[in-house]
């Protein structure tokens, strides 16, 4: 039995043809993928504001002695909704690669990709670029790599950091109202 993810890489877009419904879809889908990016990154720059506010709020009534125990418990959950939030904007492709002499050099160069083109000198981007924009068995694999890495980076990072951000800071509140509930009940 036959698996047809199985076959050779080079051969899944032979005789690929750019056509307008063709290039219409790569690009409604970049879109969508690049408006979900931006919702992430406004919902964590919304959590990183709020849970820094509360934390601050919360630190002032620590220092006034009022509330101890709610507020510990709200802070012990706030604290890591914040750093999910920052997570969840804090760049990560390819921070930690060195510019390279030759495209070879990186592991599934793809000179459609930011992170990849400038690593390389100018005129290989160039060479590669055009090599690429020019084959359309080429170019459609780069395109379906990109939009593969970029939905893999909002599934794995963006939304899983973010619903742990929220999830935290749901938690914060349950404690933090229980422990407020338990300071009321034993005044």
Known sequence: MSNEYSKPYEDLYDGAIM???TVAAISGIAESQMELSHLADSKANIMITVCSILLSLGVAKL???????????????????????????????????KEVDHPSRLRHFNPLFFMHFSLVPMRAFEYEFERVMTDPQQLYGHM?????????????????????????????????????????VAA
């Open 144 to 184: 379906a790599r990109d939009l593969y890495a970029a939905g893999t980076v909002l599934r794995t990072k963006k939304y899983r950091y973010l619903r742990w951000s929220y999830k935290s800071l749901m938690l914060g509140f349950v404690f933090g109202f229980a422990g407020l509930a338990l300071s009321l």
């Open 19 to 21: 056509d307008e419904a």
């Open 63 to 97: 220092e006034q002695g009022e509330l101890i125990v709610p507020i510990i418990a709200f802070s012990v959950f706030c604290v890591p909704a914040l750093f999910f939030a920052i997570l969840t904007v804090m760049p990560s492709a390819g921070t930690v690669q």
